[in-house]
């Protein structure tokens, strides 16, 4: 089944804890992306990438990092999580960028106590 | 800067009737815009994808329409159900690296 997964789904952490949450397609997708959604800013662009090993900000970059050495996967890192990260974070992947259909993860809630 | 408005921001209506989501947004440059369901507690799921050469486009009873010259959009569904209650997200994509999404309808069908 073609699908986008993110782990954990669920996580509950403290200020300063470095965390990753993974992010994998099985669609052999060019391009990925990351997104926060908060209540009344909705969904906000973190990071994307456009290939393996090629990466770029979004609108809300700071306090983020990513990689992508694999074409499937893309995690998502905070090195030094603060309670203005608590969100819903949601991957998302397509073939190519802008023109094609987007595939979004399931998404993954974080509460920074 | 790209601005993505939707309007109501709830909607609950009968079983049965037609509908129609509306969406705005403030720069025509589109490559296309798209609209997704979110389901509380799940992810986004791509309903329809309009390019921006396009006037609308159908999936069963669904219709989405295209305006980019007035910059709005206009999501149809035809005969509702109660499966259809979710939010309805719709998002533009400006450039190649993103999409930016408006806040969203949240859609209650009563039986």
């Known amino acids: 089944e073609a699908q986008v997964t993110q782990n954990p789904r669920y996580l509950i952490t403290v200020t300063g804890k470095k965390l990753t949450v993974t992010c994998s397609q099985n669609?052999?997708?060019?391009?990925m992306s990351w997104y926060r959604q908060d209540p009344g800013l909705g969904l906000r662009q973190i990071y994307y990438?456009?290939?393996?090993?090629?990466?770029d900000k979004g609108d809300v970059p700071e306090g983020y990092k990513v990689s992508r050495k694999e074409k499937r996967n893309f995690p998502l890192i905070l090195e030094s999580p603060s309670p203005n990260q608590t969100s819903l974070y949601f991957c998302a992947s397509s073939p190519l960028a802008g023109a094609e259909t987007q595939y979004f993860g399931p998404g993954t809630r974080l509460l920074v106590l | 800067k790209q601005e993505v408005t939707q309007i109501p921001a709830a909607l609950s209506v009968p079983e049965g009737e037609n509908l129609v989501l509306n969406c705005s947004f403030t720069?025509?440059?589109?490559?296309?815009l798209q609209w997704f369901r979110q389901d509380p507690g799940k992810g986004l799921t791509s309903l329809l994808l309009i390019q921006s050469s396009q006037r609308e486009q159908t999936s069963g009873r669904l219709n989405a329409s295209l305006d980019k010259s007035s910059g709005r959009s206009t999501l149809y569904i035809a005969a509702s159900q109660p499966g259809d209650s979710a939010t309805y997200l719709c998002a533009v994509v400006p450039g190649a690296q993103k999409l930016v999404f408006g806040q969203g309808t949240r859609l209650t069908i009563n039986p």
């Open positions: 669609m052999n997708h060019e391009y």
């Open positions: 720069d025509s440059a589109i490559y296309n």
């Open positions: 990438s456009m290939n393996v090993e090629v990466t």
